[in-house]
C-alpha cells in the first residue's frame, strides 16, 4: 500500500476501531471493556507500567474511542485558578501528554513531565510542549528524583487512584511543590471499599498534620470517562 492510502485509512474511525481491537486482542483481551476493565483494576504500579508500556504506541487514539475526556475538562477547569503563565508545573503521570498540549497552547511553557512508563514518555517527547522529562514510578517507596520545593504547581489528569497512582503518592508529590503552591488533580471519585479507606486515610492525615489545605472545594466534572464523572481538586501546601 502506498504510504499516503496507508495514512488516510489511519484517519478513520473504524479503522481506529480496528486498532483498539487489535490492542485489545494483542494484551489478551477479548474487547475494548474487558480491556478498560483491566485498565481500572486495582494493580501494583509494576503492573500498571507494563499495561500502558503495551498501549502507548496506540494511546492517543483509542482512549478517543473509549470517550476519555479528562485532558479536555482538565484544561477547562485550570484557567479559574488564574495560575500566571510563568508558573513552573509538574504533570504528573503525563503520559502521551495531551493535557501538556493543552496548557502550552493557553500559554505555560514551564512544564515537565513525569511519568512511570518510558513508553508513553517517548510519545510525550515528540509533542514539543514539556520543558523535561523525568521517568519515575510513585508511591513505591523509590527515592524522588525531583528536589523538594522545585514547582509552583503539581497537576494531574486521569491517573491518582486505582490501578493508577496509589494515594500515598501524595507526599511524594507535596515534597515536589514549593510552599504555597497548588496540587490539582482531575480523578474518579474513590466510592468504596479499601480504594475509598486509603484515600480518606491520607487525605486526613495531610490536613491534620498541617501538610496542605483545601484552595478549591471538590468540583464534580461529568463525562470524565463514557458517562462517569470525575472530581477536579486542588489543595494548597501549607
Ligand atoms: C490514563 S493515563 C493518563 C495520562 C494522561 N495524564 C492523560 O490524561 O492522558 C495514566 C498514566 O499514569 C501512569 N502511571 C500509572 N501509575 C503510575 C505510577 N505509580 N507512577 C507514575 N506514573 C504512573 C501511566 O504510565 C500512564 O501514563
Not at 492517543?60 to 485550570?78: C, I, Q, R, T
Amino acid at each position: 500500500m502506498e504510504s499516503n492510502a496507508r495514512d488516510k485509512l489511519e484517519e478513520t474511525p473504524e479503522n481506529v476501531r480496528r486498532k483498539m481491537s487489535n490492542t485489545s486482542k494483542a494484551l489478551g483481551y477479548e474487547n475494548v471493556d474487558t480491556f478498560m476493565e483491566e485498565c481500572l483494576r486495582e494493580k501494583s504500579p509494576e503492573e500498571a507500567k507494563k499495561f500502558y508500556a503495551n498501549w502507548a504506541a496506540n494511546y492517543d487514539n483509542e482512549v478517543k474511542e473509549v470517550e476519555y475526556n479528562g485532558p479536555e475538562l482538565f484544561a477547562k477547569s485550570f484557567p479559574k485558578l488564574n495560575v500566571p503563565r510563568n508558573a513552573e508545573i509538574i504533570d504528573i503521570a503525563a503520559g502521551t501528554g495531551a493535557l501538556g498540549e493543552k496548557l502550552n497552547a493557553m500559554g505555560y511553557k514551564y512544564i515537565d513531565a513525569l511519568d512511570g512508563t518510558p513508553e508513553m514518555l517517548d510519545i510525550a517527547r515528540k509533542k514539543n510542549v514539556y520543558r523535561n522529562f523525568c521517568q519515575f514510578l510513585m508511591g513505591c517507596g523509590y527515592e524522588s528524583p525531583i528536589k523538594d520545593g522545585t514547582y509552583d504547581v503539581a497537576i494531574s489528569c486521569g491517573a491518582i487512584g486505582q490501578g493508577h497512582i496509589p494515594y500515598n503518592a501524595f507526599y511524594e508529590i507535596i515534597a515536589m511543590v514549593k510552599q504555597g503552591g497548588l496540587i490539582c488533580w482531575l480523578a474518579n471519585d474513590p466510592s468504596e471499599g479499601e480504594d475509598e479507606e486509603s484515600f480518606k486515610t491520607v487525605m486526613a492525615d495531610l490536613t491534620d498534620s498541617g501538610k496542605w489545605k483545601v484552595f478549591q472545594e471538590p468540583i464534580r466534572l461529568e463525562y470524565f470517562y463514557r458517562k462517569d464523572s470525575a472530581f477536579f481538586r486542588v489543595m494548597q501546601k501549607l
